[in-house]
């Protein structure tokens, strides 16, 4: 038996952030980042919440990859305040960081529940529908997490949000909405609701990610990807991720390469070995069952072609196709102030941790730990 739930609350499309005049609270409480303070992105959120009265506490001590003692110091400051709101406005780090005090808040004072709405500035993670989040501890590492209390009540789309992300993070969230709905698809734990959300959020950034990098005022399309990356949050959330996520983590833990970058590199190379299409590979009579969803997305992006090993590698050239179009590295070598030497040396303990990721727990192959740490290799 499976079950499929979509308990939060969307609003979308133009004007979407008239949703916040409508909250009734005495306080409310706002988790965001340094940059969106700075950048004036907040006033955004905080006019609308003038019709409402409400004392307005602002909580921007947000950084990527959220470390845990950051979220301690929400949690301190989410107590003092016990608003009826908590509001995560920000990327995947402010609406992550969100989740956690409000879960570690209610394991403190168990009579603590705020609601939580989630409203984000990049399309990229779809955390703003997902139970899950990541926090860092120091050196050991990135530590994914996972459970109902997590999930958002209430998630706001709106995509003037959106429209100055700098085109290099367009292209870094936009491909991680891909790789999200990718493996969503495929995932072991895949199913006929999560498997259409995925499909819908492939046929939007075919149409319209490199469109978006573009241009920064193609509101339609900024509105169309910031709705593809709440798709795949949808997939992702019922049907979880695979081993591309596992494997990217730990690039991100290790050598600070953004998420949605260590992702789109990954990807051609899993895609390629979840398939177990090789260079001698020819028409064979069977194929793992991922192919035949492979195929499926290839038909969804216009790149299907004369069998199951040339359509997988047509995928596989697509998705490099567009990173070149925005000009995204192809390689870890091609990212900046990464040494090869330290990277070589670091494979070993990043595929054992690739293989505990919880991510890679319903990838669709089974990897062991050799095949991770040929994939590393490979990506170099």
């Not at 133009?14 to 303070?37: H, M, Q, Y």
């Not at 409400?54 to 301190?76: E, M, N, Q, R, Y």
Request: charged share 25%; hydrophobic share 40%; aromatic share 6%.
């Amino acid at each position: 038996m499976k079950n499929f739930d979509i308990k939060t609350k969307i609003t979308f499309g133009k004007n979407a952030l008239a949703r916040l005049k409508e909250i009734k609270s005495d306080k409310i409480f706002i988790v965001t980042d340094p940059f969106v303070v700075s950048s004036g992105l907040i006033d955004y959120i905080q006019r609308p919440l003038e019709a409402t009265d409400a004392k307005i506490t602002l909580f921007s001590d947000v950084v990527p990859d959220p470390p845990i003692d950051k979220v301690i110091k929400g949690v301190s400051s989410a107590l003092d305040c016990r608003a009826d709101y908590i509001l995560a406005v920000g990327g995947g780090s402010a609406m992550d960081t969100a989740k956690a005090i409000r879960k570690f808040a209610n394991g403190i004072d168990g009579g603590y529940m705020p609601k939580l709405i989630c409203i984000p500035t990049t399309s990229g993670t779809g955390s703003e529908v997902t139970s899950f989040a990541v926090i860092s501890d120091g050196e050991k590492g990135k530590f994914p997490l996972s459970s109902d209390d997590m999930l958002p009540d209430e998630a706001i789309l709106d995509e003037i949000l959106v429209k100055s992300v700098p085109a290099s993070v367009t292209a870094d969230t936009g491909m991680d909405v891909i790789t999200h709905a990718i493996e969503a698809y495929v995932s072991t734990n895949n199913n006929e609701f999560s498997g259409a959300l995925a499909e819908k959020a492939v046929e939007i950034c075919g149409q319209f990610l490199v469109r978006s990098y573009a241009d920064c005022n193609d509101a339609h399309a900024r509105r169309k990807i910031h709705i593809a990356s709440c798709l795949a949050g949808l997939a992702f959330n019922s049907a979880s991720l695979g081993l591309n996520h596992g494997m990217a983590h730990q690039l991100g833990a290790r050598f600070h390469i953004p998420h949605g970058r260590a992702n789109a590199i990954l990807l051609p190379y899993v895609i390629e070995y979840n398939s177990d299409i090789r260079s001698s590979s020819r028409s064979q009579k069977e194929y793992r069952s991922c192919v035949k969803k492979y195929c499926n997305i290839a038909r969804i992006l216009g790149v299907s072609n004369l069998n199951e090993v040339t359509t997988v590698r047509a995928i596989v050239s697509y998705l490099q196709f567009m990173m070149q179009e925005m000009n995204m590295p192809l390689k870890v070598s091609q990212v900046m102030g990464i040494d090869e030497k330290q990277y070589m040396s670091a494979i070993e303990e990043m595929a054992e941790a690739a293989l505990k990721d919880s991510c890679t727990a319903t990838n669709p192959r089974v990897p062991t730990k050799e095949e991770v740490i040929e994939l590393y290799k490979k990506i170099w």
